[in-house]
């Protein structure tokens, strides 16, 4: 580069890396004329609240997923709330959950008088660390919920060792992995229930929709019994939900949209070999990266493993490897080059918010997190050093949902050159805000 007169960077004057018009990269859900058929047909047959069509989703789903039972939400939050009481959380209860994912992982236990305890994550697999979970359980955990993270399955063996040892139940949260296989087998059928969001800019993305799933009747049963009150009737079978049937036992009424499962009908015939073309960009974005400095594939690497969808890809930033250049910076130049959606971090660090620290939603008297439970089990800043550092180490990437190859090497030329081209962008950088993240991100119409 000390040769050129100009930079080659985009942001110093030079010319940029993305020059072709994306097209349909980038667009998704793939929508055609058999989903909107499918949900005319709802909308004509003025069934939007009715179930047949969702029963017919959910009988669909659990075989795609390989489980006994499917459940239709109307948002994933109502489903991973149900699945934390279909595991029997309750009052006084404690469920282990990653700092690093979105709120609905974890924040519906509040409601069922219950308390979450974080764990860190693996600063590899951004997923929890299976070595930070054993040490927090205690005689009040029900259940460990473990989350995908933005694709990449959780290192699930481990934490099933560990799991069943402590007879402790395991709560997939699968909404960001919809598809994904570790080491052979479907996510989502690997613990002792799954939920799911099927929002519009999930992967697997079918309006606002949620679904639980598992092989477990007590556990099925008790999802019904909490906000289905139209199925909780006299086909349950678990005894001690039998004699409250005909009210939803939660108070909420969380049934699923018949235009949302219409359209998952659709979706699911199509999810696998969409997903296969997904894959097929991202590996060669990564490809096409190979040694460049600082940006490394967060990438699985288990043995007959992938990522599904590679909802919300990231890549892992080593600012070591570029004289420390911050990765806000590092961005900056990204988006000068033509992609403008990359931008640092993930979600926040979970346990730094307020509203698990001081916040007193249901008027206690005292802050939530300490009133639905036997003890002051906050975590300060400092206590899970992975998640509260994930924010510098980590950018977006782009979601390559069609293929075309020429836009997918345009994008990876912008990253490698602004990773490549780092000593120019030294003297322009003024480091990282104090707060890296978000506490939520998706992408909508
Ligand atoms: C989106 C999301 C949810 C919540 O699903 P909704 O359908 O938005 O209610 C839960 N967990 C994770 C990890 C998510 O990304």
């Not at 300490?370 to 924010?391: M, T």
């Not at 090497?409 to 000593?423: D, I, L, Q, S």
Request: aromatic share 10%; net charge negative; with cysteine.
């Amino acid at each position: 580069m000390d040769t050129q007169v100009k930079s080659s960077l985009a942001i110093l004057g030079g010319e940029k890396a993305v020059k072709s018009d994306f097209g349909d990269t980038f667009v998704w859900p793939i929508v055609t004329k058999e989903d909107e058929d499918a949900v005319l047909d709802v909308l004509r047959r003025r069934a939007m609240s009715g179930t047949d069509v969702t029963k017919k989703f959910e009988a669909e789903f659990a075989k795609w997923q390989g489980t006994k039972y499917a459940l239709g939400f109307n948002n994933g939050t109502a489903a991973i709330h149900a699945a934390m009481f279909g595991c029997g959380v309750g009052v006084g209860d404690e469920i282990i959950c990653p700092s690093v994912t979105y709120w609905a992982s974890a924040l519906q236990c509040f409601s069922l008088g219950a308390t979450v305890v974080f764990a860190d994550i693996d600063p590899k697999t951004l997923c929890i660390d299976p070595n930070d979970i054993e040490h927090r359980i205690t005689s009040r955990t029900k259940a460990i919920v473990v989350v995908h993270y933005l694709s990449h399955p959780a290192d699930m063996d481990p934490i099933m060792e560990i799991a069943r040892r402590h007879n402790v139940k395991v709560i997939e949260d699968v909404s960001h992995a919809h598809g994904a296989l570790y080491k052979g087998r479907k996510v989502g059928a690997l613990g002792d229930v799954a939920a799911m969001s099927c929002m519009t800019g999930k992967s697997f993305a079918i309006g606002e929709a949620g679904v639980l799933a598992t092989d477990n009747l007590e556990i099925y049963e008790r999802a019904i019994a909490l906000g289905h009150y139209e199925r909780f009737g006299e086909q349950i079978q678990t005894e001690s939900l039998k004699p409250f049937i005909g009210m939803p036992m939660g108070g909420y009424k969380y049934r699923m949209h018949q235009v949302s499962s219409a359209m998952g009908l659709v979706q699911l015939k199509h999810y696998d070999s969409r997903c296969q073309e997904i894959r097929r960009g991202m590996d060669y974005f990564w490809k096409l990266l190979e040694g460049v400095p600082g940006l490394k594939p967060h990438r699985i690497e288990y043995p007959e493993s992938n990522m599904g969808g590679c909802y919300a890809p990231r890549g892992h930033y080593c600012p070591e490897e570029l004289g420390g250049l911050s990765v806000t910076r590092f961005a900056e130049a990204v988006r000068a080059e033509g992609f403008e959606r990359c931008y640092p971090a993930c979600n926040s660090a979970l346990h730094l918010h307020p509203l698990f620290n001081t916040c007193d939603v249901y008027g206690h008297g005292k802050p939530t997190r300490i009133a639905n439970s036997s003890r002051d089990l906050r975590q300060p800043e400092g206590s899970l050093p992975v998640s509260e550092g994930i924010g510098a180490r980590t950018y977006t990437i782009p979601w390559f949902t069609h293929y075309h190859p020429e836009v997918i090497e345009e994008c990876a030329n912008a990253y490698r050159k602004a990773a490549e081209n780092f000593k120019e962008l030294l003297p322009g950088d003024a480091g990282n805000p104090p707060h890296l993240g978000g506490w939520h991100f998706f992408s909508h119409g």
